[in-house]
């Protein structure tokens, strides 16, 4: 099946789960700080899923699974400062297009379309307010959930290029002097793929703070540092991966020993994940481990299922496992919860439980991130610490001898497969001595 | 002079220009492509003026020099994804204003305050309405043009990192298959001293598409590659270098010829700018020169004079020599040409000239940029040479042995200073066997 053949059939799959006429627009370069000083552009996913190209400033028209383009051609002279661009009805051919106009051709489709809110759709029209907006995005989310072979491929494509990415970060660090140099050495390698970061990447020795979004620390000898880059692939598809080394090149034994539970965590949700399975079931498998390990460590007392009923574990994990993977990082997640959580499914209210991402049986073609952390954010712990509520179930004491660890995380990306799954990031090691083995540069 | 006095001198110098009361907002991280996953933030440049940081979803109220900050604390929570964040309070101190309050406190001081327009303002206010706009955009245009000493040693750092992330770039080029891979080495230098870039890198072997936004080409031995990056301080002052350089390491005789006529405009222009002179004047003078040399290397006949008056010279030159730097690497471009343009003066409609920024006699304090370029844009070169208009000026068949030759351009920034200038990039060489060696690894 060619690529083009692949977008066809999405749009048939689409107009099978939907059976009106569907407007939507890519979006357009976003200005930094004046309007000719734009951010790098990247077409609405939904969009992309569709057309397969980052067009600016185009609308599609979807009937019955058949795709009309409007875009206006380059403006006289724009050639002078962008280079020759390819013309309306070239794309339209690219793109599978039955038919192909300018801009203000549009109106007329839209009042009988359904369309998606997008974030910089110029004006507000009407077919945003369309009766058919919900029944639309349950579509769409029901026709992106399950990856074909093209979204496959890029996907891959986008792991590879991560993995390398992390690569690079390992073998930069010793000679790193902050968490910036060693971001900017893996962004390197996926700037010279090509390719754009899938999100802002997080490079922390504060690897507590969840989306730190900071780059300044100096890096010293005892630091854990943790990464999680992803880089995105030519038609948008994205990869999410976290890895957590040690500056050294050498884990400390408190740290080695966080460093197994997380792994553990880890590896068991990948062993369970396959399609059938409650992603919500891996997410409490992840909160079960590290229970459980941080009993063996005498960090935690008492019998990991109670102290996992008892929530202790957000102490140390509070966020959820992972969630959707394609061409968003967060898969949908401009849709809310909708594609996270399958239909008569809502978030809990319960701290942790609330930051769960996805609720859905795992079904073949779907992609997800396997993400458990340990973490030890202060304000969490001096809360729970001072309010004596835990003392039955945390030795304060004990767990001052791993107050070298402020964060771990491990991160791969499951395509769940008829058999089970398969880890798009797998070459990349999760090991401990195989990852102290690339920091030291061996 | 502290950063902060500079901040509050920056105020007071607004004040003396425009004496009503003024509201600008900071902006807010813009959605990628779900609202979560945010392009990176950085606050307009007004604000950035004087305020001295990128703050989000905030204000300030000016009056009489006096800064009120509106900014909400961080919501319950945050701290557990973004870290501790600075409290209103802890920020209303570090800034010099004299209170501080929630957005919500915001409406009724709108009422009576001017405004600018800022991209990306959450809704559409009174103030920006106000008959006051234009005034308070000429007094901003008057504030900001001319550089304290802080602004100057944000854009020498700006400038002192760009040339770094220049010098990788020629270094990277030998060993490097693809443009995309020396953008990587450049931008990799930015990151690595945790800035940003202050516009979309250019690096190129396609020269003459003059924003080219590409980096996918191979490169090869004989092909000129063009760099035009710019690193952003961490207050947001930009730089903006180009240099040409051969993939090879080493120009050829043609690509050498042309590359000396390019750097004699630039040098000549470099050695006139100084305070009281027009900066249309170093444009005629580049085009001037640009003539010269070709008529010196018998591609143009007649006499450069003639040829500039009946501007031939934009067969090869057609942008303009340069334009304001400060905060935006065009500076104040968001009010159009309110900053480029001195009162009284508008752009001219002739090709060439009509893409001229700056029109304004230089004045100690003030930044430009000087960039002549020579260029072959087959879409200018064809139409002329079928024209059959210019047979009597451009011999055409000896431009055919400069064929190898693209686009060169060399770009420096210049602070204009009481007895002349002072080149802020000097550092980074223009000549061309310096060049030559940097890209060999000599």
Not at 95 to 108: E, Q, S
Not at 381 to 386: E, G, S, V
């Amino acid at each position: 099946m060619t690529p083009l053949d692949t977008l066809v059939n999405r749009r048939h799959r689409l107009a099978a789960a939907f059976h009106r006429p569907v407007v939507l627009w890519s979006g357009q370069p976003l200005a930094r700080n004046f309007p000719a000083n734009t951010y790098y552009f990247r077409a609405n996913s939904h969009f992309l899923y569709l057309v397969g190209r980052s067009l600016a400033r185009a609308a599609i028209y979807l009937n019955q699974g058949q795709l009309t383009l409007f875009i206006d051609d380059p403006p006289a002279g724009a050639d002078l400062w962008h280079g020759p661009e390819p013309q309306r009805q070239e794309l339209a051919e690219a793109i599978g297009a039955i038919a192909a106009y300018p801009l203000k051709a549009l109106p007329p489709y839209l009042a009988e379309a359904a369309t998606l809110p997008i974030q910089d759709w110029p004006e507000r029209l009407p077919a945003h307010d369309s009766q058919w907006h919900q029944q639309l995005a349950l579509a769409m989310v029901e026709t992106r959930l399950y990856h074909d072979s093209l979204a496959q491929a890029e996907m891959t494509i986008a792991a590879r290029v991560s993995m390398a990415a992390h690569r690079a970060g390992m073998a930069a660090t010793r000679a790193a002097q902050t968490e910036a140099q060693v971001r900017a050495a893996m962004e390197a390698v996926i700037l010279g793929h090509n390719l754009s970061c899938a999100y802002n990447s997080i490079v922390t020795i504060q690897g507590e703070v969840l989306h730190n979004p900071h780059y300044h620390h100096a890096l010293t000898a005892g630091d854990l540092l943790l990464a999680d880059v992803g880089a995105e692939s030519g038609a948008g598809w994205a990869a999410d991966i976290t890895r957590t080394w040690p500056v050294s090149g050498r884990f400390s034994g408190p740290q080695a020993d966080l460093y197994a539970v997380v792994l553990a965590a880890h590896d068991a949700c990948i062993a369970a994940a396959r399609p059938g399975v409650e992603y919500r079931h891996l997410h409490q498998l992840a909160c079960h481990q590290l229970a459980c390990g941080l009993v063996d460590l005498g960090i935690l007392k008492g019998k990991a299922d109670d102290l996992v009923d008892r929530n202790v574990h957000t102490l140390f994990f509070p966020h959820g496992v992972g969630h959707l993977l394609g061409l968003d990082v967060h898969d949908m997640e401009d849709l809310g919860d909708l594609a996270g959580y399958g239909p008569g499914r809502r978030r809990a209210d319960r701290f942790g439980l609330c930051f769960l991402r996805l609720d859905r049986p795992l079904a073949e073609g779907m992609a997800v991130t396997i993400e458990p952390g340990f973490y030890q954010v202060a304000a969490l712990l001096d809360r729970a610490r001072q309010s004596g509520q835990y003392d039955d179930a945390v030795n304060w004491q004990r767990l001052e001898d791993f107050d070298t660890v402020r964060g771990i995380r491990i991160e791969d990306d499951l395509l769940i497969t008829a058999d089970g799954n398969q880890v798009l990031t797998a070459e990349l090691p999760t090991a401990r001595a195989t990852i102290e083995d690339l920091v030291q540069g061996h």
